[in-house]
């Protein structure tokens, strides 16, 4: 069983910078695919970044040049950088960690953008 702990969201500025952390149980955490989804009030959960047991990324339209999404497997953590943050980026983002059938879930962090 992997659990996931998120860390590192807040209130910042509209073009301000945040990374969020994501930190994994468990001793197979470089065979993952990780994953950040975002849930805005009112609106489905959505991916947004995602990195693959071989490094390999994906990012939405949405977030494409102002996010990236990285991993330390010796930390057994998941990482993802967020730059020019908008206020449309506001939402508890979660990061998951994807092997064969099951998706583990962390608990979420809020991220305000706001003047």
């Known amino acids: 069983q992997v659990q996931l702990v998120e860390s590192g969201g807040g209130l910042v500025q509209p073009g301000g910078s945040l990374r969020l952390s994501c930190a994994a149980s468990?001793?197979?955490?470089?065979?993952?695919?990780m994953a950040w989804y975002r849930q805005a009030p009112g609106k489905q959960r959505e991916i947004i970044a995602l990195?693959?047991?071989?490094?390999?990324?994906n990012y939405a339209d949405s977030v494409k040049g102002r996010f990236t999404i990285s991993r330390d497997n010796a930390k057994n953590t998941a990482y993802l950088q967020m730059n020019s943050l908008k206020p449309e980026d506001t939402a508890v983002y979660y990061c998951?960690?994807?092997?064969?059938?099951?998706?583990?879930w962390g608990q979420g962090t809020q991220v305000t953008v706001s003047s």
């Open positions: 998951s960690a994807q092997l064969a059938v099951t998706t583990h």
């Open positions: 468990g001793s197979i955490f470089s065979l993952y695919t």
């Open positions: 990195i693959t047991s071989n490094d390999s990324t």
